[in-house]
């Protein structure tokens, strides 16, 4: 009898040590009619900058969980990922699009969990033979019938580092759709290259973008061609304003009447 109620308590012990998980609620709240995401705008998580990149997602609610809002809409990040790698957006149809943050800084030169969708930024790449060094194949000079050997060119002054032709450069900016744009003042204005050091004496406040401070530098007024954002504690990014295309007037040509329509009216 003692024996069977010891198993009772230890059966009772176990059921009740038992841990059950239960999947993340699927999402209500989406993106699509917001402004930002609309625009492709990058966001903003725990200090850091998010861009949209990839293909959507479904949402999976065994391995997504929700780890924050960006006004009003609901963060979530896959916990078989990297920490604060990547966070996903739900849209509609049961779908995630994802924003990654960008590897610089303390992240420069590392790949996390999975491929990034934009180029890590490295330190630097060996050289390889400067293009000018290579060797010719002879050909025929002048009318003698003689041979002669193109001689390579100067090199390069040292210091300056002449990549080949045929090498892909690592740590490129985004091109085409890859780009990265904000609308601020009326202007439309685009990513231009890795962050910097945000100085005192030579950076000022302009302006205010979504609840972040724009900087300019000192000596550009306060109409400058570029601006900074915050990236990261103690740097900022730059961004250039684009140029606004105007229309092209019609040319003479195309106002011109044919003569058969001059002929017929």
Do not use: C
């Amino acid at each position: 009898m003692t024996g069977l109620l010891a198993w009772a308590v230890v059966s009772a012990a176990a059921q009740a040590a038992q841990v059950f998980h239960q999947p993340e609620p699927r999402p209500i709240v989406t993106a699509d009619s917001d402004e930002w995401f609309r625009l492709g705008d990058a966001i903003t998580f725990e200090g850091d900058f998010y861009y949209p990149a990839g293909p959507r997602v479904f949402f999976d609610g065994n391995v997504m969980v929700r780890t924050g809002f960006y006004r009003g809409v609901p963060l979530y990040a896959d916990a078989t990922l990297e920490p604060y790698s990547k966070v996903f957006v739900p849209v509609s149809g049961g779908l995630m699009q994802p924003y990654e943050r960008r590897r610089a800084g303390e992240l420069a030169g590392t790949t996390g969990s999975q491929a990034p969708s934009f180029p890590v930024a490295v330190a630097g790449e060996p050289a390889g033979e400067p293009a000018g060094a290579r060797r010719m194949a002879p050909e025929a000079v002048g009318t003698a019938g003689r041979a002669a050997m193109r001689l390579p060119s100067a090199p390069a002054p040292a210091g300056v580092v002449v990549p080949p032709r045929d090498v892909i450069e690592v740590g490129e900016k985004p091109k085409g759709l890859n780009e990265i744009y904000v609308m601020y003042a009326g202007y439309r204005w685009k990513a231009a290259g890795m962050a910097v050091p945000l100085k005192e004496g030579q950076h000022i406040v302009i302006g205010e973008y979504r609840g972040y401070p724009v900087y300019a530098d000192r000596d550009l007024g306060k109409d400058p061609r570029r601006i900074y954002l915050p990236s990261r504690a103690g740097y900022i990014a730059p961004y250039e304003r684009v140029a606004v295309s105007t229309p092209r007037a019609p040319t003479h040509a195309n106002t011109m009447r044919s003569p058969l329509r001059a002929i017929r009216g």
